[in-house]
């Protein structure tokens, strides 16, 4: 399998974190985008840029700024002095992988000019509505909303992302690994190793990853409590549902498997629907969106195979 040999060769590059490239490409495969969330410098655009060029798509990087405008990324109509006409000049965005660095240093004006894109594949420039290239995906980094020079995402942004991913700190051996690469110059040169029509296949077939009506309980049920728990205030949407659903069929693909389980709904839970709850007042004091998620999933019954 083609997604594979991608898994192997982000895992050279980014090391000690191979549950993090999984759900990434987890993420791609189910048709969704990725933000990319923890402090600076712990190897987030190093992550974005190594899965891009793994595949042999259109690749663009936008870095987000205070004074970015939604012009800037999406494109506008220009007057042609020689023609006397309005032209259409296309911004960025039209592209297959689209890489937005530090997306929460932009104004909500501009995080906003994603919102469109995102959701519908589409954006609209002067009153006309163009079609963005197929694949599309948005791959975000954000920094703590406590570093200088942020504005936090509104939910309505943070529910187009399938997934948000804590990066976190590399363990001792994977950074002297690093360490070592760095000062013999060996670290490894990012190969496109997947075509858009051979990535687009592998989406299709992930949509057809059988789910058995037991597992669409229990998931269900885990839905279901995040909208009942006493800490949550805001739980999960019905696009949070879909989402969870297309997350765990392709996790069991990647996994060689043309069924899902508990265990793949499971893998992907936390990082499908932690960054779309609003906890109460009390929640955010005594926990974290994460420690809740692991609280629900403990709590929700597992549904068993049976035995004839």
């Given amino acids: 399998m083609t997604i594979k040999r991608v898994l192997e060769q982000l895992d050279q590059i980014y090391l000690g974190k191979p549950e993090i490239t999984r759900l990434c490409c987890t993420a791609l495969l189910a048709n969704g985008h990725i933000l990319l969330e923890d402090v600076p410098g712990t190897g987030k655009t190093l992550l974005a840029k190594s899965i891009a060029k793994s595949f042999e798509a259109d690749f663009t990087r936008i870095q987000f700024t205070a004074d ?27 592209t297959n992988i689209l890489l937005i660095d530090e997306v929460n240093r932009a104004v909500p004006r501009t995080q906003s000019a994603l919102l469109e894109a995102m959701e519908e594949r589409q954006v609209s420039i002067g009153g006309v ?13 954000q920094n703590p909303i406590e570093s200088a020079g942020t504005f936090a995402l509104p939910d309505a942004q943070l529910d187009r992302f399938l997934m948000s991913l804590q990066v976190g700190y590399p363990e001792a051996g994977e ?5 070592l690469q760095t000062i013999s110059k060996t670290r490894h040169i990012v190969h496109a190793l997947m075509s858009s029509e051979t990535f687009l296949a592998a989406q299709r077939a992930v949509e057809e990853v059988r789910i058995h ?3 669409v309980t229990y998931l269900l049920a885990l839905i ?9 205030e805001v739980g999960a949407s019905p696009r949070a549902t879909l989402a969870l ?24 839970a ?6 779309r709850l609003t906890l109460t007042l009390e929640g955010d004091v005594k926990s974290t969106k994460r420690e809740v998620l692991a609280d629900i999933l403990e709590r929700v019954d597992v549904p068993v195979e049976k035995v004839c």
């Fill in 68 to 94: 970015l405008l939604p012009t800037d990324i999406i494109g506008s109509d220009f007057f042609n002095m020689q023609t006397q006409t309005f032209e259409n000049r296309t911004g960025p965005i039209f």
């Fill in 245 to 268: 659903v297309k997350a765990s069929q392709a996790y069991a693909y990647i996994e060689d498997r043309q069924f899902v389980t508990p265990e793949d709904v499971q893998a992907v």
């Fill in 224 to 232: 279901q409590e995040t909208r009942k728990h006493p800490l949550v």
């Fill in 175 to 179: 950074e002297r690994q690093l360490i």
């Fill in 270 to 275: 936390t990082h499908v629907l932690a960054h």
């Fill in 213 to 215: 009506d037991d597992v």
């Fill in 129 to 141: 509505t163009y079609q963005l290239p197929e694949p599309f995906f948005v791959i975000a980094t």
